[in-house]
């Protein structure tokens, strides 16, 4: 399903192209695949250059692994069990130089995300990142060390037949995508105030 | 200045040119491809779709205005002050809807902001993020309104002469960029296990 979204101003196809759908394809992603979505987050930006994430990664290729993350997700979510990929994002939230809380952890964490699911829509594949899982029951299945906080959930794989979800989620994959209006998001260096754009 | 990474797996070349130079041209950027940038960050994905992500944008055709927000900066990021447009980014921190705490508030402007520093590289144009201002100072002169956090200062423009820097500054944009390993960042579904690349 083609989701290219209209804006006023012409945005880079990759991220006019990427959306959060409910339908997934059976098919696997290939490791090599997985290693590139991987490595477009790994060279993310970050505060001091502290890369606070870490994914999780689990594909179908191993039965309990993949049950580890999609255990943790809650019914709302469960079409997500039909990806062949789950991730679950995570961030260490001081610095690992001196120990003191890191504002940005979770931040950051979001502009290697982006990279991430940016570098699927490259390899013709969609994602879809939930909040809805349950956070502790992920901390503890996963052994996360302590200082390290389970951000988000994200389902990857190959577009699926919008028709094999329930109807209500059958009709959401075909809703035009929406935002707030530019002039919402965007102001000038006093909030209120309108954004040079001309 | 080509600072391309090697990578193990390939990346998008939108993710892999992206880099953090402290060498900015005087060159100003047009108020339409500001405004793409904008666009770009507009359409990024969040928790319910709430968009919790404000830019405050400051160009050098409107001095006082450009002022407002270096004025932040901290001595260290005075580089900055020669780049011809700086935004704030900023984040609402609890639900529209409901007024509940948003946890992946930061998370999610930093997924817009991901765009926003993408779609710059895909105009022929630098990005830099910065943490080091003065949030307190921030809050007040923008004069946000109450439930909104600054985040991160952005230096925007097109690419500089690293000899105009400091030298100290003007080495460091030469050096390699660098990250921690992929086996760092990324294992199987719990902490520690090799993540699934083959």
Known sequence: ????????????????????????????????????????????????????????????????????????????????KAAPVLVLSVAQTSFARNGKPNRHALHDVGLATENFVLEAVSHGLVSHQMAGFDVERAREVTGLPQGHEPVAMIAIGHPGDPAALPAPLAERESAPRVRKELQQIAYGSRWGDPAPLG
Chains 1, 2 share one sequence.
């Open 1 to 80: 399903m083609d989701k290219t979204i209209e804006t006023t101003f012409p945005v880079h196809e990759l991220i006019a192209r990427r959306w959060s759908p409910r339908a997934f394809a059976a098919d696997p992603v290939s490791s090599a695949t997985l290693g590139s979505l991987l490595e477009a987050a790994r060279w993310a930006p970050s505060c001091f250059n502290e890369q606070p994430w870490t994914y999780l990664v689990a594909t179908k290729d191993d039965a309990e692994a993949f049950e580890r993350l999609a255990s943790c997700l809650v019914d709302a979510n469960g079409w997500a």
